[in-house]
C-alpha cells in the first residue's frame, strides 16, 4: 500500500477533488465517487489523481505506456458502467473521448473504411458506455474529415518523395531542404516522415531486386511480380506501405472477439496426442495451448513437461530431469517460450523449451496445485494446499515473493488472473471465491459458492467469473455481486474449466468423465464428449477457438479439432 507521505498525498487528491466535484459539477456523493476511484485503480495515487482530473476536466488523456492501458481499460470495464445514473451526464465528454479512440483505431485498422466485423464491435462499444446513435455520428463524422486529409497528406508527400528518390541515388541537403518545407505544409511529425520514408524506400530496394532477378524474362514476368506486390500492399505486407501511425494503446482483443459473429463447431476427436509419446503410460494433470496456437504443453506425473506440435502430434522438447514430483499446474508465458510449473513438492520452476534452459523460481512448504501467469508475462501466482497464495514478479531476478495478507482456510485448488486488472481470483475447498489485489496481496471481495471450488475461469471481458463445484454444477458470478446463474453439468465434480478467447464457449471437464461445450450466450450445454473412460483432469482450448484438448486419468490425452 502507501507509506505515510503516499497517504497524506492521497487523502489531499480526494478532498480536493471533493471540493471541486461539490463546486464545479454539482456531483451529488462525491465521497462515494471517490471509494469507488480508489476501488478501482487499487488505490494507486497517480492513477487515482489523474483520473479525478479526467472527470472534472471531462477529458480523456495520459501519456503513452503501462497507465494510459490500466487508465483505458479502467474506463473499458468500469467507469463507464457502474456509476450512479444521476453522475452519467457529467462523464459525457469522457465517453465521447473514449469512443473517438475506438473509432480512431477501427478507422486506421480498416484503412479508412469500417470493415462489418469493427461495426460490430463499435456498435457494442456505444452499448457499452450507453452512447446514443446520434452522439456516435457526430463523433465519426468529426473523426472522418481529419483522417482523410490526414491520408491526403501522407499520399503528397510519398510521391514527391518517390519521385525524387527514383531520379537520384540519394537525398542531398538542398533536397532535404525541400522535404523539410513540405512536411511543415502538410504538418508532418518526424516519426511520421521516417516512417513514410523507410517503407518507400524499403519498397523501391525490393522491387529493384525483383527486377534484377526477372528482368530478362518476358514482360509477363515483370507483371507478375508488380501483381505480387500489389497485393502485399492490399493485405498490409512487409514490403507493403502501411500506415505509419497507430493508436498507442490496442484494444483488449477479447472484447472484440467476444462480440464477433461465431457459429459454435461439433468438436470431433482429432487423435489421440498420448500415441506420440515415448511414456505412454504417464499420467497427465495438467495441459495447456502456447498463446501463439501453435504446439501443446503438457505435465506429467513423472515430473517432466512435454511440448508437441498441434498439428503433427511430434514432441518438439522435453524438460531436463530436475524432478520426480509430479506436476499438478503448468501455465504458458505470452511469448510461448517458457513453461512455469507447479508441483507436488511444492517448487515452482521455469522451463525455456527452445534453449533447454531451467531454473527454480521458488518453493511453497506444501503442494502446489494451481498457477497463472500475467498476460504481459511479469507476474506468476501460485497456491498450495495450505490455502496461501504468493505472488512472483519475474523481472525481478531475486526471486521475491508477496504474500497475500490473508488466505484461505483451507487448499487453494485453482487460480487466475484477470484479463486486464491487477487481480487474482482464487477458488478453494473453503466453498469460496476470492478476488486479491497483485500489487499488495490484499483481500477484495469474497464470493460464496456454498460448496468447494475445483476449477476458476474468468470470461475475456474480464466481467464474469465462473467456479467449477464438488458437486458438479458451474456459477457464474458478477464481480461486486453473487452468483445469479447456476449451470448444471453432473452429479460428479467439475476439475477443469476453460473459455474461448471469443468468449462464446465454455468448456467442463468433470470426475464423471464427461467434457461438456456450453454456449455461453444461450447459457446451455449443447456437446458432451465421452470417450474418456475415466475422469478428466484438465482441458483446453485453442487461441483461434476451434480446437479442444482433454487429459484424463487414463494416461490420455485427447484432440478435438471443430467442424462448422
Not at 445514473?85 to 469512443?99: A, G, T, V
Not at 483522417?147 to 528518390?165: A, W
Amino acid at each position: 500500500m502507501f507509506n505515510s507521505d503516499d497517504r497524506g498525498n492521497f487523502d489531499t487528491i480526494f478532498q480536493n477533488f471533493v471540493l471541486k466535484a461539490q463546486e464545479e459539477q454539482n456531483i451529488d456523493n462525491p465521497f462515494e465517487l471517490v471509494s469507488q476511484i480508489s476501488l478501482w485503480t487499487g488505490q494507486n495515487s497517480s492513477m487515482c489523481k489523474q483520473l479525478c482530473q479526467f472527470i472534472l476536466n471531462g477529458k480523456f488523456e495520459i501519456a503513452d505506456g503501462k497507465e494510459k492501458v490500466a487508465m483505458e481499460r479502467i474506463v473499458e470495464a468500469y467507469l463507464t458502467q457502474k456509476l450512479p445514473n444521476e453522475l452519467q451526464e457529467n462523464l459525457q465528454d469522457i465517453k465521447n473521448s473514449f469512443y473517438t479512440r475506438k473509432f480512431q483505431y477501427c478507422l486506421h485498422e480498416d484503412g479508412g473504411k469500417i470493415s462489418k466485423n469493427n461495426r460490430v464491435y463499435l456498435n457494442i462499444i456505444k452499448d457499452q458506455i450507453n452512447l446514443s446513435e446520434g452522439q456516435a455520428e457526430a463523433v465519426e463524422k468529426e473523426q472522418y474529415e481529419p483522417y482523410n486529409q490526414r491520408e491526403e497528406n501522407f499520399k503528397k508527400y510519398k510521391d514527391f518523395y518517390e519521385t525524387l528518390i527514383q531520379k537520384k541515388s540519394e537525398v542531398g541537403n538542398t533536397d532535404r531542404e525541400k522535404l523539410t518545407s513540405i512536411q511543415k505544409m502538410l504538418n508532418l511529425s518526424d516519426r511520421d516522415i521516417q516512417s513514410i520514408e523507410e517503407n518507400t524506400l524499403n519498397n523501391k530496394n525490393a522491387i529493384v531486386k525483383f527486377k534484377l532477378l526477372f528482368g530478362r524474362q518476358k514482360n509477363i514476368n515483370i507483371f507478375l511480380v508488380s501483381l505480387i506486390f500489389l497485393v502485399g500492399l492490399g493485405t498490409g505486407g512487409v514490403i507493403g506501405f502501411s500506415l505509419p501511425y497507430r493508436i498507442s494503446v490496442r484494444d483488449n482483443p477479447s472484447i472484440t472477439e467476444a462480440n464477433t459473429p461465431f457459429k459454435i463447431p461439433n468438436f470431433k476427436e482429432n487423435f489421440d496426442l498420448s500415441n506420440h509419446l515415448t511414456q505412454k503410460d504417464i499420467a497427465v494433470n495438467s495441459i495447456a495451448f502456447t498463446p501463439d496456437g501453435t504446439k501443446i504443453v503438457i505435465g506429467g506425473q513423472n515430473g517432466k513437461l512435454i511440448i508437441c506440435d498441434l498439428e503433427t502430434g511430434d514432441v518438439l522438447a522435453e524438460s531436463p530431469n530436475t524432478s520426480n514430483a509430479n506436476i499438478l499446474s503448468i501455465a504458458v508465458s505470452p511469448n510461448s517460450n517458457e513453461i512455469i510449473s507447479g508441483n507436488a513438492a511444492g517448487a515452482i520452476r521455469i522451463w525455456n523449451w527452445r534453449t533447454n534452459q531451467d531454473r527454480l523460481i521458488g518453493e511453497h512448504s506444501y503442494q502446489v496445485n494451481s498457477i497463472a501467469i500475467s498476460k504481459n508475462g511479469e507476474y506468476i501466482v501460485s497456491g498450495d494446499i495450505d490455502g496461501l497464495i504468493e505472488i512472483w514478479n519475474l523481472n525481478d531476478r531475486t526471486d521475491d515473493k508477496t504474500i497475500v495478507r490473508e488466505r484461505h482456510p483451507v487448499r487453494v485448488n485453482s487460480i487466475v488472473l484477470h484479463p486486464y486488472l491487477l487481480e487474482i481470483v482464487s477458488g478453494s475447498s473453503d466453498g469460496t471465491l476470492r478476488r486479491w489485489d497483485l500489487n499488495s496481496g490484499e483481500l477484495i471481495e469474497i464470493f460464496d459458492a456454498g460448496k468447494p471450488v475445483f476449477a476458476v475461469a474468468v470470461e475475456p471481458t474480464g466481467q464474469t467469473l465462473f467456479a467449477g463445484l464438488e458437486d458438479g454444477t458451474i456459477r457464474l458470478f458478477k464481480f461486486n455481486n453473487q452468483a445469479n446463474i447456476t449451470l448444471k453439468g453432473s452429479n460428479s465434480k467439475i476439475s477443469s474449466l476453460a473459455i474461448s478467447q471469443n468468449g462464446r464457449i465454455l468448456v467442463s471437464g468433470d470426475n464423471d468423465r464427461r467434457v461438456r461445450i456450453w454456449d455461453l450466450r444461450d447459457q446451455k450445454g449443447i456437446q458432451s464428449l465421452e470417450e474418456h473412460p475415466t475422469y478428466i483432469t484438465s482441458v483446453a482450448i485453442s487461441p483461434d477457438n476451434q480446437t479442444i484438448i482433454t487429459a484424463s486419468r487414463d494416461k490420455t490425452i485427447k484432440v478435438w479439432q471443430g467442424e462448422k
